[in-house]
């Protein structure tokens, strides 16, 4: 399992996916409060809110909530101004972590995940410490049924993306963050919106955890995923698929 995953694949280990969901639609609801409020209210219009929009969807969540979401950036109450933030440091066995979240409190945030560092074995390091260990990307996801490999390989390419692979899971396209919203605007008009669009940290290299060395980086990427301020969690890890089970059992 990779790190650049974000853990999907491991959420099953809690137990607790009804807190898990309701804590996902509250860090979505944020998204879209504030990229409504930073720029158009018309998702046509604000690229970053489309993408927000679209990844509720795919999430699930009821149209009338993300109408809500929007409404209340809109609405005469200023409400919470949040910013976004970025940290980074070392997981157990020096796994490279990226923290991204949304904030109104910069000093309550930024305790908290040092003390989920702290306490799980990790080390909060200064901006860029490791981002230079990872690539920034633009990606966007489609589902298998939406066009066939030849088909989005070519509208891919097109539209200028680097690369496109396609498997049974379905399809990914990925381009130069600069060229993230242009690439998804000429896939979306050829096969109607992404199943996933937005911008994401890919690691150059990985590391391979043995079974201790996971268990305590997992509970470090648990405790930052449960703060209601983290909206993404990136490192780069693998966990051989034994290693997984066993965890797992």
């Known amino acids: 399992m990779a790190g650049h995953s974000q853990f999907k694949n491991i959420m099953h280990r809690k137990g607790a996916q009804d807190a898990r969901r309701a804590r996902q639609f509250a860090k979505l609801i944020r998204e879209i409060t504030v990229s409504a409020r930073i720029g158009l209210p018309d998702p046509a219009a604000n690229p970053r809110l489309r993408a927000a929009m679209a990844e509720a969807r795919g999430a699930n969540m009821p149209r009338d909530t993300i109408e809500r979401a929007v409404k209340k950036a809109t609405g005469a109450a200023g409400g919470e101004d949040y910013v976004d933030v970025r940290y980074e440091g070392y997981g157990p066995a020096g796994v490279a972590v990226i923290v991204e979240a949304l904030t109104d409190n910069r000093n309550r945030t930024a305790s908290d995940v040092r003390a989920a560092f702290n306490k799980h074995g990790g080390t909060l390091g200064e901006t860029n410490s490791v981002a230079f260990m990872f690539t920034r990307l633009g990606v966007i996801q489609y589902l298998p049924e939406a066009a066939t490999a030849d088909a989005m390989l070519e509208a891919g390419i097109e539209a200028g993306a680097d690369n496109v692979e396609s498997g049974p899971e379905g399809h990914e396209v990925t381009c130069a963050p600069d060229d993230w919203q242009a690439v998804r605007d000429a896939l979306e008009a050829r096969f109607g919106p992404a199943a996933s669009a937005k911008l994401d940290w890919r690691p150059g290299t ?23 301020d983290v909206q993404n969690v990136y490192a780069n890890f693998e966990i051989p698929d034994a290693v997984l089970q066993a965890l797992s059992a």
């Not at 990985?206 to 209601?228: M, W």
């Open 206 to 228: 990985t590391v391979t955890l043995d079974q201790e060395r996971a268990a305590s980086l997992l509970k470090l990427i648990d405790a930052l995923e449960d703060n209601d």
